[in-house]
């Protein structure tokens, strides 16, 4: 996680996150943290949050009978866990997410399950119609605790140049 302290006035000072487009270099890998342990309340919140009624993941004695032998966390839940730890450190400063792409997710996750995430810089652009943003493609690889790749996915985004960020402003 990128942060900075940028003084906002005589002895006051603001934390800044993220990165601007510019600090983003392709082939980079960024270690996400911290991780979460995924609780049983998350996955059921979530699950009928999203009005998802797919019983594998909230009726224990459905989930019992199936290949898995217990709920399953919604793999929508550790899509939106796995994008959310990269924030502060990949897009916090964005202005647009522009898409993701190419989501695969290769092992269940269970609640009781610690995942934590990190991010490839795949590729780096300048922005053809914005001259001070630019565009940033990451893979990102969610990972349980024990190593093993649950998820990974794509994502385009755009970021403005340093110096063009909303929190560049003093007043904001």
Known sequence: M???RKEVGPNRYRESYGRYFEDFTVGDVYEHRPGRTISETDNTWFTLLTMNTHPL???AAYAEKSEFGRPLVNSALTLAMVSGMS?????QKAVAN????KIRLTAP?????TIYAESEVLAVRQSKSRPTQGIVTVKTTGRKADGTVFMTYERAFLVPKRGHAVDDAADY
């Open 98 to 101: 522009l898409g993701w792409d």
């Open 87 to 91: 924030v502060s450190d990949l897009s």
């Open 109 to 113: 996750v269970f609640a009781g399950d």
């Open 57 to 59: 993941h909230f009726d």
């Open 2 to 4: 990128v942060v900075e």
